[in-house]
């Protein structure tokens, strides 16, 4: 069986049992999470959504919180002499799908 879900602005496909890189959640380690956007189940009967399958929900639980990759932001303007650098780590969470309520 599996699932269609929506977090953070982006659509995943989760089966149970898989480790899911998402937008950072509420919550620490070990807490369970209900993520209620499911927008497909499937499996031998597939469901849906118009836009959200009623009565589904995927649970899951955090593995890790911490933050992803560092990424440079690089401006310059030329002829200028004008240069700037930044640094970014976006904050993620890291869930472990556990089962899907359909």
Do not use: C, W
């Amino acid at each position: 069986m599996y699932a269609v879900i929506k977090t953070g602005g982006k659509q995943y496909k989760v089966s149970e049992g898989d480790l899911l890189k998402v937008e950072k959640l509420d919550g620490a380690v070990g807490d369970t999470v209900e993520l209620s956007e499911v927008l497909m189940v499937g499996g031998e009967k597939v469901s849906i959504g118009t836009p959200l399958v009623p009565s589904a929900s995927v649970v899951g639980k955090i593995v890790e919180q911490g933050k992803g990759k560092k990424i440079l932001v690089f401006k310059s303007k030329r002829r200028k002499d004008s240069r700037k650098l930044r640094g970014h780590r976006q904050p993620r969470t890291i869930l472990r799908i556990e089962k899907i309520n359909a």
